[in-house]
Nanobody
Framework: QVQLVESGGGMVQAGGSLRLSCAASGRTISIYRMGWFRQAPGKEREFVAS????????NYADSVKGRFTISRDNAKNTVYLQMNSLKPEDTAVYYC???????????WGQGTQVTVSS
């Protein structure tokens, strides 16, 4: 089992920045990749970004490319999401996820709220 705990959410004005953190514990040796997803009110959960645990290969949703950066610190078992140039449409609950394969994500955090005001 892998446990994930997110932190770093909050409220910011449009154009501002936030950095989310996700600390993994438990059987972290099994993690192949980690990702960030978000869910806005009345909308489905959507993919934001992902990173492979060993090689650090990254992938981003088109809506956040050039503004968000995902990174990881293997020594701390932590993944980060640096969010710059935030827009009101980035407002959502952000979830951290971990997968033991490239097919799906098996573990999820509890989510952290990000609110961007105009």
């Amino acid at each position: 089992q892998v446990q994930l705990v997110e932190s770093g959410g909050g409220m910011v004005q449009a154009g501002g920045s936030l950095r989310l953190s996700c600390a993994a514990s438990g059987r972290t040796i099994s993690i192949y990749r980690m990702g960030w997803f978000r869910q806005a009110p009345g909308k489905e959960r959507e993919f934001v970004a992902s990173i492979t645990w060993s090689g650090g290969n990254t992938n981003y949703a088109d809506s956040v490319k050039g503004r968000f950066t995902i990174s990881r610190d293997n020594a701390k078992n932590t993944v980060y999401l640096q969010m710059n140039s935030l827009k009101p449409e980035d407002t959502a609950v952000y979830y951290c996820a971990a997968g033991v394969s490239a097919i799906s994500y098996h573990y999820w955090g509890q989510g952290t709220q990000v609110t961007v005001s105009s």
